[in-house]
């Protein structure tokens, strides 16, 4: 099993910065994808950005050159610094860790709110 800790959300007035943390532990997977979610009331999740292990990074057509994310392998850590936050950010934020060991496994981390306001 993989356990994902997640940090850094909060409130934040539009315009501000937060950065969100994720370190997952356990039985972790040399070969791994590491991505944030979110999802707003009534709303689906969506993919906010993604990075591989060989640091392939893919950003959802929100994001616009505002949220940047990270990856530290040897701590197992991955991070998404988010810049210029607007109202319409507001969401739950899921960390997101998929590895391969023969087949592909998925795990969620319980999630951090993001709150940001006029």
């Known amino acids: 099993q993989v356990q994902l800790d997640e940090s850094g959300g909060g409130s934040v007035q539009a315009g501000g910065s937060l950065r969100l943390a994720c370190v997952a532990s356990g039985r972790v997977f040399s070969i791994n994808d590491m991505a944030w979610y979110r999802q707003a009331p009534g709303q689906q999740r969506e993919l906010v950005a993604s990075i591989s292990s060989s640091s392939r990074i893919v950003y959802g057509d929100f994001v616009k050159g505002r949220f940047t994310i990270s990856r530290d392998n040897a701590k197992n850590a991955v991070y998404l610094q988010m810049n210029s936050l607007r109202p319409e950010d507001t969401a739950v934020y899921y960390c997101?860790?998929?590895?391969?060991?023969?087949?592909?496994?998925?795990?969620w981390g319980q999630g951090t709110q993001v709150t940001v306001s006029l």
């Open positions: 997101n860790y998929r590895g391969v060991r023969g087949s592909w496994s998925d795990y």
